[in-house]
């Protein structure tokens, strides 16, 4: 099974700033890596697949790099609406799918 | 517009049973595999089931294999989770989601599934 880890656990910023996620997989997944923005009391929301490429609806500020083991997400010009908990997901070696632990993104 | 909407989430004791459903609507269900995810209170993601478009392949988290069963009635439009020998810490929201790409591309609102001891 492929263990994905994502770091910090919380980021503490404010409303303007770059902020940038992290994520590891515990072997290589290729460019196999998604990642889910999830806000208080909502189901997760895909954000980006492919490591870089936007789901349908979601703003150019969000944007994704790296492969194999290593990915970023960044958020630029953080909006309130950005507050959330992001997740990263491999679907490289599958079943399971396997997602990181979330990095909280708070005011 | 997709919808996917979960039913049949409850309190349950240890032990017991509860059938979980889906519907779609919005697009053509019976092209699409389907997963079933859950959230624990307070915690991450974990995948915990995927179906074919077809029902020809099923998979499982070892955490539920041999007491969770997918399956789907493409005529109906729906999926379903049956899950057996409930433990406590199968409590959790359950979510059911479009597959697609190897993600889970559109989600429902999910239902709560309470397991007490």
């Known amino acids: 099974e492929i263990v994905m880890t994502q770091s910090p656990a919380t980021l503490s910023v404010s409303p303007g700033e770059t902020v940038t996620l992290s994520c590891r997989a515990s072997q290589s997944i290729s460019n196999n890596l998604a990642w889910y923005q999830q806000k208080p009391g909502q189901a997760p929301r895909l954000l980006m697949s492919?490591?870089?490429i936007r789901a349908t609806g979601i703003p150019a500020r969000f944007s994704g790099s790296g492969s194999g083991t290593e990915f970023t997400l960044t958020i630029s010009s953080l909006q309130s609406e950005d507050f959330a908990i992001y997740y990263c997901?491999?679907?490289?070696?599958?079943?399971?799918?396997?997602f990181g632990q979330g990095t909280k993104v708070e005011i | 517009e997709v919808q996917l909407v979960e039913s049949g989430g409850g309190l349950v004791q240890t032990g017991g049973s509860l059938r979980l459903s889906c519907e779609a609507s919005g697009f053509p269900f019976s092209f699409y595999p389907m997963n079933w995810v859950r959230q624990a209170p307070g915690k991450g993601l974990e995948w915990i089931s995927y179906i074919s478009s077809g029902s020809h392949d099923m998979y499982y988290a070892d955490s539920v294999k041999g007491r969770f069963t997918v399956s789907r009635d493409n005529a109906k439009n729906s999926v379903h989770l049956q899950m057996n020998s409930l433990r406590v810490e199968d409590t959790a929201v359950y979510y059911c989601?479009?597959?697609?790409?190897?993600?889970?591309?559109?989600w429902g609102q999910g239902t709560l599934v309470t397991v007490s001891s």
């Open positions: 997901q491999q679907s490289f070696h599958w079943p399971p799918w396997t």
């Open positions: 989601a479009r597959y697609g790409g190897g993600n889970s591309v559109y």
């Open positions: 492919g490591v870089s």
